[in-house]
């Protein structure tokens, strides 16, 4: 909007006084008063003596009112250019001490050190490389919480009368409707801290005790999405370039949230894309974008579906197509279409191993003739995390950890686990690499798949000469990349190991 506010500091006018007086303050190159229909004039006289001037007044609709509210307020008193500025040298300990334990939380002075706490939440999480920045209501407190390598980790507690306050600032800044407190909402924002962009995927969710939010933070500076990061055995990788080489196909990457499928998904797209190729994308949301690749976003409340958007992008004489998620019978559909009529298609399915991708595509409603004819190759992974080599203790493996992994007693071999120390904020782990296996459909996998054959018959002509999830994790724990224990958090223990190396 041209009349928004032109820096991001904190407006004259609070947000709440705003909203419930319908009486706003355009700071700027033409600063003006605005006002709701139907809201009190008289107040106006209040507002202008808060502000010190004699602006032009404009009326506008209550649509129209509460949509400038959220333009003007989204930022500010967060500037991203001075995020980390505003926070340096202060810890959140420090950062929640400054709240005034006013009972009227709507009381002007609570306002900047609400910012400032959130704004100290969000760069302590982008400096602890966190994921998710969680803030829970309970009945006597607000736990903030920070998912660190996919582990979570309490960063502060504060009131429970700070968490109407809290809520509602986060809400604003992503342009949600801070009235609504009965449905959930999702929404966006972008952020700078130094050197680093960051998008921030806000979610709400109504609780017993006020709202729960939870930040997803994409670090775009991150985003190199190269094969060769990806931590990818030499076989594994192989066999991911030789499915990507294909004219066409289905490529799978399975596994739960969180376990860097998209990234996976996006580091493929990243080396097929050429100029000589269209590659075009539906996703849910779009977590990262990326140059040279046409992405288009679901949005299921006007219709847009996976199934709807992979249709509409069949038209747009793609060679390369990536579906983020197959979740209907209808998405299953139209990719083995696509896939007939010679396109690539590269998507995710939730499942716990690459072969049960396959059975769980069936159950959508896919004719396992189909399957067998599409299907290149599925890869299943996770992201154990890294052990901090600056701290990490040897020991000898006990009896019942040496019958896991297959190792006599006889064999002189030594596992890792975590200690803590400054390096990893005494955490034990630092970073996370994947772990994976591959299917890939040769013409006897094609032929167990046309004849319905069962998963564990599948899985042993896939696994006779190649390593599953687990044996890649306890190749890892052997080398001391991570802790045995680890890999077992995330992975289920399939019969032992056959094909292990150091």
Do not use: W
């Not at 094609?446 to 018959?457: C, P, W």
């Amino acid at each position: 909007m041209a009349d928004s506010q032109s820096s991001n500091s904190l407006p004259p006018v609070r947000y709440a006084f705003a909203r419930q007086a319908g009486i706003a303050f355009i700071p700027g190159d033409a600063p003006r008063y605005v006002v709701r229909t139907g809201a009190d004039r008289l107040r106006l006289l209040e507002v202008r003596r808060v502000v010190g001037g004699n602006y032009p007044v404009s009326e506008l609709g209550t649509v129209e009112y509460d949509q400038l509210l959220r333009d003007i307020y989204a930022y500010a008193g967060l500037d991203e250019t001075e995020l980390e500025e505003t926070t340096r040298g202060e810890s959140l300990s420090d950062l929640i001490d400054q709240i005034p334990q006013s009972e009227d939380l709507l009381d002007d002075s609570s306002s900047a050190p609400v910012i400032r706490l959130i704004n100290g939440l969000i760069a302590e999480a982008v400096r602890m490389q966190a994921s998710d920045v969680h803030v829970e209501s309970f009945s006597d407190r607000v736990v903030i919480r920070y998912r660190i390598d996919g582990v979570m980790k309490e960063a502060a507690s504060v009131s429970a009368k700070l968490s109407k306050l809290l809520v509602s600032r986060i809400k604003v800044m992503a342009r949600l409707d801070i009235a609504e407190k009965r449905l959930p909402q999702d929404g966006r924002l972008s952020l700078s801290l130094g050197s680093k962009s960051v998008d921030i995927r806000v979610s709400t969710l109504p609780s017993r005790n006020g709202e729960r939010v939870v930040l997803r933070l994409l670090d775009n500076s991150d985003a190199r999405f190269r094969l060769d990061d990806l931590g990818m055995s030499a076989e594994v990788l192989a066999a991911y370039e030789r499915a990507l080489a294909q004219p066409n196909g289905i490529v799978l990457v399975t596994g739960p949230t969180g376990a860097g499928k998209t990234t996976t998904l996006y580091s493929g797209l990243n080396q097929l894309n050429t100029l000589a190729r269209n590659i075009l994308t539906v996703e849910d949301p779009i977590e990262y974008a990326v140059d040279g690749i046409g992405q288009t976003q679901v949005n299921t409340k006007i219709g847009m579906t996976f199934a709807g958007g992979l249709r509409a992008i069949l038209r747009q004489d793609p060679d390369i197509v990536m579906v983020g998620e197959i979740r209907d019978a209808e998405t299953a559909e139209v990719a083995v279409q696509a896939s007939l009529t010679g396109h690539l298609v590269l998507s995710t399915v939730h499942t716990n191993s690459a072969v049960a991708a396959i059975a769980r595509l069936r159950d959508m409603g896919a004719e396992s003739y189909l399957l067998a004819s599409t299907l290149t190759a599925i890869i299943a992974q996770r992201l154990v995390r890294r052990l901090c080599h600056a701290c990490r203790e040897p020991y000898a493996p006990d009896r019942a950890e040496r019958a896991i992994l297959g190792l006599d007693e006889a064999e002189d071999v030594m596992l890792y686990r975590p200690t803590g120390c400054s390096n990893c904020k005494s955490l034990g782990y630092a970073g996370r690499v994947g772990i994976y296996e591959i299917v890939e459909v040769d013409e006897v996998l094609r032929k167990l798949i046309h004849e319905d054959a069962r998963e564990s018959e599948m899985a042993a002509h896939a696994f006779a000469h190649t390593q599953t999830l687990f044996e890649n994790g306890a190749c890892l724990a052997l080398r001391g990349e991570t802790s045995l224990a680890e890999v077992l958090r995330l992975c289920r223990d399939d019969g032992g190991v056959r094909h292990a190396s150091v």
